[in-house]
């Protein structure tokens, strides 16, 4: 079965840095864009980030502009997104997704806790 | 931005009956650049539809998407028990991607 799981969630303090990482299995990873959605509290799903396949092409939301990156390895069929400089305003479950329109599979998210 | 308003926000059936939700766009929605998913406690997200009425892969038939412009519809034909969820819409239309804030599906 295709799948996607996340890693790398954890409470962090305001300021703090964390790694979020994807694992992908059952599908040619190298062949997919693939994207960060997160779902904070109370609140709507988001579009976070981007990647395009051969990581040459990236999009982030204006509100992680500048602290996020997202990165990927195609030998280790793994996404990553870098945080740094949380705020509470980024405390969300984070998924990653497959696919730059509509997602297919998604991972079933990783808690980002940020406070102090 | 493009707004996308589900309705209703809580929907009460029994197996056996049709759902029908709904998803209103602020704006139209250009090509048809619209999604469905269903989500469960616990699961990650599942596509069901894209493109409006495109069904995903190994998707029953009984669901199915409809509409175009600023409202979509998806029907579920006859409500199985592993129905009952929460679905959302998702337009991929036009930046900033969009997403709707859920319809929940609930036994009766």
């Known amino acids: 079965e295709v799948q996607l799981v996340e890693s790398g969630g954890g409470l962090v303090k305001p300021g703090g840095s964390l790694r979020l990482s994807c694992a992908a299995s059952k599908f040619s990873f190298p062949d997919h864009c693939m994207t960060w959605v997160r779902q904070a509290p109370g609140k709507g799903l988001e579009r976070v980030a981007y990647i395009n396949e051969d990581g040459s092409e990236k999009y982030y939301v204006d509100s992680v502009k500048g602290r996020f990156t997202i990165s990927r390895d195609n030998a280790k069929n793994s996404l990553y997104l870098q945080m740094n400089s949380l705020t509470v305003d980024d405390t969300a479950v984070y998924h990653c997704?497959?696919?730059?329109?509509?997602?297919?599979?998604w991972g079933q998210g990783t808690l980002v806790t940020v406070s102090p | 931005e493009i707004v996308l308003t589900q309705s209703p926000g809580t929907l009460s059936l029994s197996p056996g009956e049709r759902a029908t939700l709904s998803c209103r766009a602020s704006q139209s929605v250009n090509s048809n650049y619209l999604a469905w998913y269903q989500r469960k406690p616990g699961q990650a997200p599942r596509l069901l539809i894209y493109d409006a009425s495109t069904r995903a892969t190994v998707i029953p038939d009984r669901f199915s998407g409809s509409g175009s412009g600023t409202d979509f519809t998806l029907t579920i034909s006859r409500l199985e028990p592993e129905d009952f969820a929460v679905y959302f819409c998702?337009?991929?239309?036009?930046?900033?991607?969009?997403f709707g804030q859920g319809t929940r599906l609930e036994i009766k």
């Open positions: 997704a497959r696919g730059i329109g509509w997602f297919a599979p």
């Open positions: 998702q337009q991929y239309a036009s930046s900033p991607m969009t």
